[in-house]
């Protein structure tokens, strides 16, 4: 192997993928390796009594019953309130679905390790669900990633 292809073979080596979400003004990201689909706001939810403000409900997609988690309320952030052109992203560990509410879908972003810096100290509560930042653009723009193995 020469020089070129095994600095483009680390280079590759060194890539982590995310899929990129708006929540108003707000841009987050998810690895795509936990993220199975993303799929319209469904016509039908069924709400589910003494859950948290931030479980918008239950919702069948093709047999499989998955929770939607409204990351806006959850991270008490400000969105679109108009729940028709909403996106709900799928994500899938440990064979346990969660949706996830956003206002829109926004790019999938190849980020180098060097550019991912994880939290040292973890959030406690809701915003705990944030444990690394991305810095693209020179640090113009920074966008947070959620775990979804905190939901």
């Given amino acids: 192997m020469d020089v070129t292809a095994q600095k483009i073979k680390k280079t590759v080596s060194n890539l ?3 899929a990129s979400f708006r929540l108003g003004e707000t841009e987050l990201a998810i690895s795509v ?3 199975q689909e993303v799929v ?3 016509e039908k939810i069924t709400v589910v009594p003494l859950a948290p403000n931030y479980l918008t409900g ?3 997609l093709r047999g499989v019953v998955i ?4 990351v806006a309320k959850l991270l008490e952030l400000s969105c679109n309130a108009d729940k028709a052109f909403k996106k709900v992203a799928i994500v899938s560990l440990d064979n346990v679905k969660v949706g996830l509410l956003f206002d829109s879908t926004s790019e999938i972003l190849n980020v180098q390790e060097q550019d991912i810096s994880k939290f040292d100290h973890t959030p406690t509560g809701n915003k705990g669900v944030i444990r690394s930042v991305l810095n ?4 113009n723009r920074l966008v947070e990633v959620i775990d979804p193995m905190v939901l």
């Avoid at 929770?67 to 409204?70: F, G, L, N, Q, T």
């Avoid at 693209?136 to 640090?139: A, I, Q, T, V």
Wanted: proline share 10%; charged share 10%.
């Fill in 16 to 18: 982590h993928m995310y």
């Fill in 33 to 35: 390796a936990s993220l």
């Fill in 40 to 42: 319209h706001y469904p």
């Fill in 58 to 60: 239950l919702f069948n």
């Fill in 67 to 70: 929770p939607i988690v409204d």
């Fill in 136 to 139: 693209l653009d020179n640090g």
